[in-house]
């Protein structure tokens, strides 16, 4: 099995559940910018508490490589808040959880990480299993330009987060901690949710459906974060960040479940499919 594979599903099944949570803050009514806001609000003070109490916050490389991953990551996250307001979560989450093949191809040509049979293999069935769930849902899109609005901002996230999971790669290479690394990402996220915030609202406003969806989100991501960092120190991006930004397995699964999304035979083919990549991508 891969190394680090263990931690990679643990993380997959808890981003699965930080999209469902996006959605119904969506449908609460929370703006994007807002959520995002309260979302580092309580992130970045647990992500700190969990570098002193461990002693393993130390400034240095990891903390700035973190940095820019929040860059980026606060751009994936933003767009992808806006876009479930115009799009269902089984056509949005799965475009932006594609974000493992920008950071599986960076992760071959700028790291030299190998193609094996079963690598592709789990790759190419992924990205099969992301087509026939988008083809499940083609007619659940809104017309007009809201559905290209929706679709526009999910593949800016899914770019976006595939250049911050990179980072990620390049920040567990150079030795650091969990705690470091996401405190820099941290860091760079707070003020620009705070700022972006500000802006658009003219002011710091919240609510109670605020800090309970964006609260959540916050709890697992730092968990999700923390496991997705403790498995690339161990095995190689372009097959573990795959396993973990295929979340929209359980997304899909929970939005049929719960969400009264329909289930058709094509998106049961996908849910195949994704569970065949994972299969593949254990063994790569």
């Not at 099944?13 to 119904?24: A, P, Q, S």
């Not at 009514?29 to 700190?48: E, I, K, N, S």
């Not at 605020?210 to 974060?225: K, N, Q």
């Not at 997705?228 to 120190?233: N, T, V």
Request: charged share 10%; proline share 5%.
């Amino acid at each position: 099995m891969t190394p680090g594979y263990e931690y990679a599903l643990a993380a997959m099944l808890l981003l699965g559940v930080v999209d469902l949570v996006y959605r119904r803050g969506a449908a609460a009514g929370v703006p994007a910018h807002r959520f995002l806001m309260v979302q580092a609000w309580c992130f970045t003070p647990a992500v700190v508490l969990l570098g002193l109490v461990t002693g393993t916050l130390v400034p240095g490389r990891p903390m700035l490589w973190g940095m820019g991953a929040g860059l980026f990551a606060f751009v994936a996250l933003y767009h992808f808040a806006v876009s479930l307001k115009n799009g269902p979560v089984s056509i949005v989450a799965p475009i932006f959880r594609l974000s493992f093949t920008v950071t599986a191809l960076l992760a071959v040509l700028l790291l030299g990480e190998p193609l094996t049979g079963f690598k592709l293999a789990g790759l190419g069935l992924a990205l099969a299993a992301v087509w026939l769930l988008l083809g499940a849902e083609a007619g659940a899109l809104p017309a007009g330009g809201a559905a290209r609005r929706a679709l526009i901002q999910a593949i800016v996230a899914m770019a976006a987060m595939g250049v911050a999971n990179f980072f990620y790669k390049i920040g567990a290479s150079t030795g650091g901690s969990p705690a470091s690394f996401i405190t820099g990402q941290a860091m760079a996220f707070l003020p620009l949710a705070t700022v972006f915030a500000w802006r658009a609202d003219r002011g710091l406003r919240t609510t109670r459906a605020a800090w309970v969806h964006a609260g959540t989100t916050a709890a697992l991501f730092l968990v999700a974060l923390v496991l997705l960092f403790e498995s690339l120190e161990r095995g190689e991006a372009s097959v573990l960040v795959p396993i973990t930004q295929m979340g929209f397995v359980v997304t899909a699964a929970f939005g049929i479940a719960f969400l009264r999304e329909p289930f058709t035979l094509r998106k049961g083919a996908g849910l195949a499919m994704a569970l065949a990549a994972l299969a593949c991508l254990a063994r790569s």
